[in-house]
């Protein structure tokens, strides 16, 4: 007998609400949940195939672990005291440091992945912590870091009130949305032009956004930022500066205007392969507007100037007025945002507090560049100990990190590895052992991260939809158990990992005269808390302590666990707000328009106006269908137009005797792949573009489709050693290749 039970969709950023079929307990079907508050039933391909990416045969059952070079199946107990063995003496020997984590997107995908890798890592005490976020948007992290105080004070654009959107760098109707959580996105901008209002996509691509924009300007890859400052020095040449209401929150005004004096239109045109006069019209249309935002994305940030593009990115919405207000870019207030602190001067944000080992790289947010864990495991310096042992939850960087074939070599060569994944991939096949966590329908979902970048507030959660399987084990079980065998307590209670958690927040809320708790018992407070387990107590915890929270009943009407159990399809917390100055935690407690790490990387920016790329340069490309490398094992989600190929120009197939379907040898200072060209107008000239996250062909894998369409890895062409210098994010796009035509 079949039945329905909702489901938060965790493929991708939009966080759509499912409705799920379940016959026994197999998902069977998945449709949009019309009454989600969110979401209101928009589904997009890969939600609708949420029950073949759940059910997929490949998925590991149980833990693997290596015995005698090869990965055998084993007990939970067998796994984890492997665990503790593997870890404890190296670092025992050699100190913290020598464990390094890596930390794939899925995490931020899953309850779990929210709530344990942060005591993982202090657990720990290593400062080799490695993220997908070096390969995406660290930059937007360390522009609003150093803008704001706090690294995840990012505005989103207010999609359903703007008049006025310029989109840099984005894909929406392919990526579904990217740090702007929007269910729907491609109705949103549809309703956009529906009211009046315009879009305008800077792209090299004619994607499918583009092709929905009423002006599309086809920017040379790279030059993003040249083109914002551009935009802002027209904004003051012009005398078209107006902050409204920013004005007293925001510092630095005058010396802004005289760092932006050398990129005038005229100067940025030939770098941008734009007309000084589309610039202009650009920043005038945007100061003209009613309500505007400015909204950029992945292209923008992993580009030689990623950290200035996302900070031009802000500075154009503050210049036009365009920051915390309605229509524009506003800050959202996730439910389970810390309480809100008073305005007022706060820690400010620090970069390079240390560095890497070997290429003295600067963490941002304290995490190191993903382009360096090959050389922090396989070189030797006169300091420090290199990576000995290796933790990845969620994390596929052989695939998604730079120059895939020497980290691949680098992990074969570790003391120990750990992986936490539900399948035997391009890098968990490194592991000496492998913990598989439960297929989606089997976990419970909340958007910890994603909810604080949504274009509307709300909050929802689903507890899982089918049963924990036996011989399986709940994520937040793995993951509380990781804990305690990576810090010499394996075999104690995981429910003390929650409770700790749990102490010290209240211990810490209690001691804090802001709190809604301030002076109360927190053994009481404790006692108060509801959820079937330690996961739902501490997601209770941090709906009562939040913003809209009941404060343990200093708000009744506020939120808790079981208010939120009682509406299945979400609560609706209204429209974004405008909050300043209450988000500020800079030392002056104001916006600072032109901080000194943004003004010492200016002179870099301004070299960039007389560079003109030679030959050809790539650029990567989105898929609806696809998250990364997660799911090119799922056949109804690889087929069509998801496809690994090279576009390229006809003008560039044509000099270069390219034809539509042959192979070619792309090469980069990486590497070289050979791939399919695919001959399309849809790119610009002199660029080519291929997909990320494909490139399934090594050995060793259990992941039968995938092994069967491959593709290629793009990252293969790149040796890791172009980053943007502020954020250590990885450069993938305008990267300068080599295409030849293979007789």
Same mark, same amino acid.
């Given at each position: 007998?079949?039945?329905?039970?909702?489901?938060?969709?965790?493929?991708?950023?939009?966080?759509?609400?499912?409705?799920?079929?379940?016959?026994?307990?197999?998902?069977?079907?998945?449709?949009?949940?019309?009454?989600?508050?969110?979401?209101?039933?928009?589904?997009?391909?890969?939600?609708?195939?949420?029950?073949?990416?759940?059910?997929?045969?490949?998925?590991?059952?149980?833990?693997?672990?290596?015995?005698?070079?090869?990965?055998?199946?084993?007990?939970?107990?067998?796994?984890?005291?492997?665990?503790?063995?593997?870890?404890?003496?190296?670092?025992?020997?050699?100190?913290?440091?020598?464990?390094?984590?890596?930390?794939?997107?899925?995490?931020?995908?899953?309850?779990?992945?929210?709530?344990?890798?942060?005591?993982?890592?202090?657990?720990?005490?290593?400062?080799?912590?490695?993220?997908?976020?070096?390969?995406?948007?660290?930059?937007?992290?360390?522009?609003?870091?150093?803008?704001?105080?706090?690294?995840?004070?990012?505005?989103?654009?207010?999609?359903?009130?703007?008049?006025?959107?310029?989109?840099?760098?984005?894909?929406?109707?392919?990526?579904?949305?990217?740090?702007?959580?929007?269910?729907?996105?491609?109705?949103?901008?549809?309703?956009?032009?529906?009211?009046?209002?315009?879009?305008?996509?800077?792209?090299?691509?004619?994607?499918?956004?583009?092709?929905?924009?009423?002006?599309?300007?086809?920017?040379?890859?790279?030059?993003?930022?040249?083109?914002?400052?551009?935009?802002?020095?027209?904004?003051?040449?012009?005398?078209?500066?107006?902050?409204?209401?920013?004005?007293?929150?925001?510092?630095?005004?005058?010396?802004?205007?005289?760092?932006?004096?050398?990129?005038?239109?005229?100067?940025?045109?030939?770098?941008?392969?734009?007309?000084?006069?589309?610039?202009?019209?650009?920043?005038?249309?945007?100061?003209?507007?009613?309500?505007?935002?400015?909204?950029?994305?992945?292209?923008?940030?992993?580009?030689?100037?990623?950290?200035?593009?996302?900070?031009?990115?802000?500075?154009?919405?503050?210049?036009?007025?365009?920051?915390?207000?309605?229509?524009?870019?506003?800050?959202?207030?996730?439910?389970?945002?810390?309480?809100?602190?008073?305005?007022?001067?706060?820690?400010?944000?620090?970069?390079?507090?240390?560095?890497?080992?070997?290429?003295?790289?600067?963490?941002?947010?304290?995490?190191?560049?993903?382009?360096?864990?090959?050389?922090?495991?396989?070189?030797?310096?006169?300091?420090?100990?290199?990576?000995?042992?290796?933790?990845?939850?969620?994390?596929?960087?052989?695939?998604?990190?730079?120059?895939?074939?020497?980290?691949?070599?680098?992990?074969?060569?570790?003391?120990?590895?750990?992986?936490?994944?539900?399948?035997?991939?391009?890098?968990?096949?490194?592991?000496?052992?492998?913990?598989?966590?439960?297929?989606?329908?089997?976990?419970?979902?909340?958007?910890?991260?994603?909810?604080?970048?949504?274009?509307?507030?709300?909050?929802?959660?689903?507890?899982?939809?089918?049963?924990?399987?036996?011989?399986?084990?709940?994520?937040?079980?793995?993951?509380?158990?990781?804990?305690?065998?990576?810090?010499?307590?394996?075999?104690?209670?995981?429910?003390?990992?929650?409770?700790?958690?749990?102490?010290?927040?209240?211990?810490?809320?209690?001691?804090?005269?802001?709190?809604?708790?301030?002076?109360?018992?927190?053994?009481?407070?404790?006692?108060?808390?509801?959820?079937?387990?330690?996961?739902? +107590?501490?997601?209770?915890?941090?709906?009562?302590?939040?913003?809209?929270?009941?404060?343990?009943?200093?708000?009744?009407?506020?939120?808790?666990?079981?208010?939120?159990?009682?509406?299945?399809?979400?609560?609706?917390?209204?429209?974004?707000?405008?909050?300043?100055?209450?988000?500020?935690?800079?030392?002056?407690?104001?916006?600072?328009?032109?901080?000194?790490?943004?003004?010492?990387?200016?002179?870099?920016?301004?070299?960039?106006?007389?560079?003109?790329?030679?030959?050809?340069?790539?650029?990567?490309?989105?898929?609806?269908?696809?998250?990364?490398?997660?799911?090119?094992?799922?056949?109804?989600?690889?087929?069509?137009?998801?496809?690994?190929?090279?576009?390229?120009?006809?003008?560039?197939?044509?000099?270069?005797?390219?034809?539509?379907?042959?192979?070619?040898?792309?090469?980069?200072?990486?590497?070289?792949?050979?791939?399919?060209?695919?001959?399309?107008?849809?790119?610009?000239?002199?660029?080519?573009?291929?997909?990320?996250?494909?490139?399934?062909? +090594?050995?060793?894998?259990?992941?039968?489709?995938?092994?069967?369409?491959?593709?290629?890895?793009?990252?293969?062409?790149?040796?890791?050693?172009?980053?943007?210098?502020?954020?250590?994010?990885?450069?993938?796009?305008?990267?300068?290749?080599?295409?030849?035509?293979?007789?």
């Amino acid at each position: 007998m079949s039945r329905t039970a909702l489901r938060i969709c965790p493929l991708c950023e939009a966080t759509c609400g499912l409705t799920l079929t379940i016959e026994g307990t197999r998902v069977t079907g998945a449709r949009g949940d019309r009454d989600d508050v969110f979401s209101k039933g928009f589904i997009c391909p890969k939600g609708a195939a949420f029950g073949a990416v759940d059910g997929d045969p490949d998925r590991l059952r149980g833990p693997l672990v290596r015995r005698d070079g090869i990965l055998r199946e084993a007990t939970w107990e067998e796994a984890f005291d492997a665990v503790a063995a593997g870890l404890r003496p190296v670092v025992e020997r050699y100190g913290p440091d020598a464990v390094g984590v890596v930390l794939g997107n899925p995490n931020v995908h899953t309850v779990a992945g929210g709530l344990y890798p942060p005591v993982l890592v202090g657990a720990l005490r290593t400062r080799s912590l490695f993220t997908a976020s070096t390969v995406d948007q660290m930059p937007k992290h360390v522009s609003s870091g150093l803008l704001f105080g706090d690294a995840h004070a990012i505005p989103v654009p207010d999609l359903d009130r703007t008049g006025h959107l310029l989109l840099i760098g984005a894909n929406p109707l392919e990526s579904n949305g990217s740090l702007c959580t929007a269910p729907d996105f491609p109705g949103r901008l549809k309703a956009l032009k529906a009211r009046g209002g315009r879009l305008t996509v800077v792209d090299p691509r004619r994607t499918r956004t583009a092709r929905l924009a009423d002006r599309h300007l086809a920017i040379r890859p790279g030059t993003d930022a040249l083109l914002l400052a551009a935009m802002a020095h027209t904004l003051f040449a012009e005398d078209l500066v107006d902050l409204k209401h920013l004005a007293p929150h925001v510092q630095g005004l005058g010396e802004l205007r005289d760092a932006l004096a050398d990129f005038t239109p005229e100067a940025a045109a030939p770098a941008c392969d734009l007309d000084a006069a589309v610039i202009r019209t650009l920043a005038r249309d945007l100061a003209a507007a009613d309500t505007a935002a400015v909204y950029a994305r992945i292209g923008s940030c992993t580009v030689p100037h990623g950290t200035l593009a996302s900070w031009l990115v802000d500075v154009l919405n503050i210049l036009t007025g365009n920051l915390d207000r309605p229509g524009g870019a506003l800050f959202p207030q996730a439910a389970t945002d810390r309480t809100p602190r008073p305005a007022g001067p706060g820690r400010g944000f620090q970069l390079g507090r240390w560095h890497s080992r070997v290429s003295k790289h600067p963490e941002a947010k304290g995490e190191l560049p993903l382009s360096a864990l090959a050389e922090e495991i396989d070189t030797a310096t006169d300091e420090g100990t290199p990576v000995r042992a290796l933790i990845a939850v969620a994390a596929n960087p052989v695939l998604s990190a730079p120059d895939g074939d020497r980290l691949d070599k680098a992990l074969a060569s570790l003391d120990f590895m750990v992986s936490v994944d539900p399948y035997l991939n391009e890098t968990s096949r490194h592991a000496h052992v492998v913990l598989p966590p439960p297929p989606p329908s089997q976990s419970p979902h909340h958007d910890f991260a994603f909810n604080t970048l949504a274009v509307r507030n709300q909050v929802r959660y689903t507890r899982p939809a089918v049963p924990l399987e036996p011989g399986r084990m709940a994520e937040s079980e793995i993951l509380a158990r990781l804990v305690l065998a990576a810090t010499g307590t394996d075999g104690a209670d995981p429910a003390a990992v929650d409770a700790m958690v749990i102490e010290q927040t209240l211990g810490k809320a209690v001691r804090d005269a802001h709190s809604p708790v301030h002076g109360r018992d927190p053994h009481d407070l404790a006692a108060r808390l509801t959820g079937d387990n330690g996961p739902e +107590r501490r997601l209770d915890l941090m709906l009562r302590l939040g913003p809209y929270g009941d404060g343990f009943g200093a708000r009744p009407d506020g939120l808790t666990l079981r208010k939120l159990l009682d509406h299945p399809h979400g609560i609706d917390l209204g429209p974004l707000r405008p909050r300043l100055p209450q988000p500020l935690k800079t030392r002056s407690g104001k916006v600072e328009l032109l901080p000194e790490p943004i003004a010492g990387d200016l002179p870099r920016l301004r070299r960039a106006l007389d560079e003109r790329p030679e030959g050809l340069v790539l650029v990567g490309r989105r898929h609806l269908r696809s998250n990364n490398s997660w799911m090119h094992n799922v056949p109804a989600l690889t087929g069509g137009s998801n496809r690994c190929t090279l576009h390229i120009h006809p003008e560039d197939a044509g000099r270069l005797g390219v034809r539509d379907g042959a192979d070619v040898r792309v090469k980069g200072a990486g590497g070289a792949v050979v791939v399919p060209a695919e001959v399309t107008d849809g790119v610009r000239p002199g660029v080519v573009s291929l997909p990320h996250g494909w490139g399934h062909d +090594r050995p060793g894998t259990r992941l039968s489709h995938a092994a069967g369409v491959p593709g290629v890895n793009v990252n293969q062409l790149l040796d890791g050693s172009l980053l943007d210098p502020l954020s250590g994010n990885a450069v993938l796009n305008g990267v300068p290749v080599e295409v030849v035509t293979l007789l």
